[in-house]
């Protein structure tokens, strides 16, 4: 039979205090069950811990070794409930998260780092893909994803404003002043594009075969800057998600004005860990910022 805590808090408590008396009194009990819980301890291991001089005790040789560790046992004990403390009233703790870019997931998490200074964020990107394994192998505890999966109950999801997808090219490409293009335009050009996995790729590729048709010229880059990059250069026309444009005399967007290039996004986490204390109060916080999402990405993009 394992030792008792009780018994050892006991012990403990005497040996702090030098008295019975006031040892009960810190732990809220009689002295008569605190002075019983000694002598169990006592007897049980056949051994003395304390000598009696009437209302006060000193500790035996063998109780000062034993007081030794149980001082550092209960330390511990304070340190362990202070750290859960902090963790409830979200002064530490960590968040990890996944985004398939920066340009939602970033004023987010400024906005919860500015709330909760104490919480230590770190960030993964990736794609859709990556994303998904990523919150499946606990990873990372909430992820940024476009258009996740429907019907999937191991999700917890929130969604975020929906947007769409533009084309965009290089400034001098013969499209760079047009208003916009059609689709049937588009699989006659090189497309650029990012990897497999990539939901701006399969969104962009879905409306493709929609329309019945089929992209002739492909190239394939790893990463959205790879992909602005190339663009940049001529090597042929991008895709990207409209509230991704960013500021760069070298491009020009433009719509696609006959194809469906809806784009949602969510914030999305796994049921069972969306009862963690800095997960729910992330989630929490998204939900009463979504009003004002809408407004991210409007600034500061490509000229049209």
């Known amino acids: 039979m394992p030792i008792s805590h009780a018994h050892l ?33 006592e007897e049980r291991y056949g051994t003395q811990l304390f000598v009696r ?12 070794s034993a007081f030794a560790i149980t001082r550092q ?6 340190e362990v409930e202070h750290l859960l403390q902090s963790a409830r009233a979200l002064t ?5 998260v996944g985004a398939d870019s920066p340009y939602i997931a970033t004023p987010l998490l400024a906005q919860f780092q500015r709330i909760y200074p104490g919480i230590q964020i770190s960030i993964q990107y ?17 992820a940024f994803l476009p258009n996740i999966p429907q019907g999937d109950e191991r999700l917890y999801s929130i969604p975020m404003p929906s ?12 499209w760079a002043e047009r208003r916009s293009v059609t689709i049937e335009e588009l699989v006659t050009q090189r497309i650029v594009l990012r990897e497999k996995g990539s939901r701006t790729r399969s969104i962009f590729e879905d409306a493709v075969a929609q329309a019945g048709l089929e992209l002739r010229d492909v190239m394939e880059i790893s990463g959205r800057e790879g992909v602005r990059e190339a663009v940049a250069a001529g090597f042929g ?21 006959n194809a469906d290039l809806a784009h949602a996004e969510y914030v999305v986490c796994l049921q069972e860990m969306r009862g963690l204390r800095v997960n729910d109060a992330f ?3 998204v939900k009463t910022s979504i009003p004002d999402l809408s407004l991210i990405g409007q600034t500061d993009r490509w000229h049209t």
């Open 237 to 257: 026309i991008g895709i990207v998600a409209e509230n991704e444009l960013l500021a760069d005399s070298r491009l020009r967007s433009l719509p696609v004005g």
């Open 53 to 64: 001089h009437g209302r006060r005790v000193e500790l035996t040789d063998i109780g000062k």
């Open 9 to 41: 808090r006991s012990f403990n408590a005497v040996a702090t205090h030098g008295s019975f008396t006031r040892a009960a009194e810190m732990l809220n009990i009689t002295q008569p069950t605190l002075s019983g819980q000694v002598k169990e301890l």
């Open 283 to 285: 989630l929490e916080m």
């Open 73 to 78: 046992m209960f330390r511990y004990e304070e």
């Open 126 to 142: 990736g794609n859709s893909q990556q994303l998904m394994a990523w919150l499946e192998s606990r990873r990372c505890d909430v």
């Open 92 to 96: 530490s703790g960590k968040l990890r």
């Open 163 to 174: 947007g769409r997808l533009v084309v965009f090219v290089s400034r001098d490409h013969d």
